[in-house]
C-alpha cells in the first residue's frame, strides 16, 4: 500500500522564480492538505484540498496557490520566492473529516538562494 | 499565546528509560489529538491519534489527554536508540476544519 509520495525530494531556486511541488495521496484518501516546515518548528497549515477545491487555508500570501486533480493528486505553487520560503514543503492526505488522522509524505526540502 | 505549546529539549535518556513528552494547549474545545514522530530528512509518521481524555496505548507507546488541565502526553516505555527523533503533537482546533496545529516539537535522543 503506497503511502503519500511526494516530488521532488529537494529543489534549489532563486530569488523571484517560481516553483510547483507535487502529492500523490495514499490509495483512499480524498483529501490533500499542504504545511510548510521550517528548520526547528513544527509543520504550519498552508491549504486543504478536497473535490478540486480549497477547502480551508491558512495564513500564508496569495503567492501560495494550489491545484487538485480529479485523481485527488495535488500541485503547491509559490511565485515570486524569497528567501524566506526556504522550508521543508509536507503535503498529507486524509479522508474529509476532522476526526481523520492525517499521514504525510517525506516532503520538498525548498532552498531559495 | 501559542494554541499549541511543546518544550523543544533536547531530551536526553538512557536506553530503556521511560520517556514522557508533553504538550499543552489553549481552547478547552479542541478535542482530536494527534502525536507524529519524525526522523531527519523525513516526514511526520503518526504514532498515535486519540479522542477527548483518557489514554490510549499502542505497544510501548501510550498517549494521555488531560482536558481539565488541557495536557497531552506520550509516555515511551523501553526506550531504545531507534527512538532517537522529533516528536510533533498536534490538535485538529475547533471542528469540522482540516487544519492541523502542531507544537514546536521535541528533540529526543535515546543513548546505548
Known amino acids: 500500500d503506497a503511502g503519500v509520495t511526494q516530488s521532488p525530494t529537494h529543489l534549489i531556486k532563486t530569488r523571484g522564480q517560481q516553483v510547483t511541488l507535487r502529492c500523490s495521496p495514499k490509495?483512499?484518501?480524498?483529501?490533500v492538505s499542504w504545511y510548510q516546515q521550517a528548520l526547528g518548528q513544527g509543520p504550519q497549515f498552508i491549504f486543504q484540498?478536497?473535490?478540486?477545491?480549497?477547502?480551508q487555508r491558512g495564513n500564508f500570501p496569495d503567492r501560495f496557490s494550489g491545484h487538485q486533480f480529479p485523481n485527488y493528486s495535488s500541485e503547491l505553487n509559490v511565485n515570486a520566492l524569497l528567501l524566506g520560503d526556504s522550508a521543508l514543503y509536507l503535503c498529507?492526505?486524509?479522508?474529509?473529516?476532522?476526526?481523520?488522522?492525517?499521514?504525510f509524505g517525506d516532503g520538498t526540502r525548498l532552498s531559495i538562494l | 499565546q501559542k494554541e499549541v505549546e511543546q518544550d523543544p529539549g533536547p531530551l536526553s535518556v538512557p536506553e530503556g528509560a521511560i520517556v514522557s513528552l508533553n504538550c499543552t494547549y489553549s481552547?478547552?474545545?479542541?478535542?482530536?489529538f494527534m502525536w507524529y514522530r519524525q526522523y531527519s530528512r523525513k516526514g511526520p509518521e503518526l504514532l498515535m491519534y486519540?479522542?477527548?481524555?483518557g489514554n490510549k496505548e499502542d505497544g510501548r507507546f501510550t498517549a494521555q489527554v488531560d482536558k481539565s488541565s488541557k495536557y497531552i502526553s506520550l509516555f515511551i516505555r523501553d526506550s531504545q536508540p531507534s527512538d532517537s527523533a522529533t516528536y510533533l503533537c498536534?490538535?485538529?482546533?475547533?471542528?469540522?476544519?482540516?487544519?492541523?496545529?502542531f507544537g514546536q516539537g521535541t528533540t529526543l535522543q535515546v543513548k546505548p
Open positions: 498536534a490538535t485538529y482546533g475547533s471542528s469540522n476544519t482540516g487544519k492541523l496545529i
Open positions: 484540498y478536497y473535490e478540486e477545491e480549497e477547502r
Open positions: 486519540t479522542y477527548s481524555s
Open positions: 481552547n478547552s474545545a479542541f478535542q482530536y
Open positions: 490509495s483512499g484518501h480524498d483529501t
Open positions: 498529507a492526505s486524509s479522508l474529509l473529516g476532522s476526526d481523520q488522522p492525517q499521514h
